[in-house]
């Protein structure tokens, strides 16, 4: 039994990583290409951001997967769900990371853009340098909030197949007629959820020295 949830989690813990690689700057882009001043993109960032975190994410991995053989006929292997899993968990998680940040930046002050001219930084340093780790310190209690909720929607993986944890803790119970596997993955959420709380605190507490 616990072999096959440690299989189950590792898959588990690689949607999580692979996330996080690809939401957090994806969600960067998403957020300046929301502000930006040139119509067209802000649009298409706004309706992006809209049907991303207005639609379910059960539905988009099911679009993404099945959409290259309905729309174009193309047969795709077996890795493709994996693959179709990431690109709609980075997809959808880039669009929530994206309003993060977007709230973020606009509550820096504008006299700091204005005194960063005037010390010579560019626009792209003033950005890198003064404003992006005044935001990170500022969005990471809702950043956290969004990480720990991946921790549980990795569970929608099941939808292509994928034998997480939560799809493996139910074929256990369904096999031994018991509720213990599903406590057991419960526990472990939990715990790598802790864990998980206890590395952003760590790196709130590092990020403490950029003073509001």
Request: glycine share 8%; aromatic share 12%.
């Amino acid at each position: 039994m616990m072999g096959i949830l440690a299989d189950g989690f590792v898959l588990t813990a690689e949607i999580f990583v692979v996330t996080l690689v690809g939401a957090l700057p994806l969600g960067v882009l998403v957020a300046l290409a929301r502000m930006s001043k040139f119509k067209p993109l802000s649009l298409v960032a706004r309706l992006y951001i809209s049907v991303l975190r207005g639609t379910p994410l059960m539905l988009q991995l099911m679009a993404i997967m099945f959409g290259p053989y309905y729309l174009f006929g193309m047969q795709l292997g077996s890795d493709w769900k994996f693959y179709a899993c990431a690109i709609g968990f980075i997809l959808n998680y880039a669009a929530y990371f994206g309003e993060i940040y977007r709230s973020g930046i606009q509550s820096i002050p504008r006299g700091q853009y204005e005194a960063a001219a005037v010390l010579g930084y560019t626009r792209a340093q003033t950005f890198m340098k003064i404003v992006l780790p005044q935001v990170m310190k500022r969005i990471m209690p809702a950043m956290g909030n969004e990480i720990i909720t991946l921790v549980k929607d990795t569970s929608l993986a099941f939808v292509l197949g994928i034998m997480e944890m939560f799809s493996a803790a139910k074929a256990l119970a369904a096999r031994e007629v018991s509720m213990i596997p599903y406590a057991i993955a419960a526990l472990i959420y939990w715990v790598f959820c802790l864990v998980i709380e206890m590395i952003l605190n760590r790196v709130e507490k590092r990020m403490a020295y950029y003073h509001d």
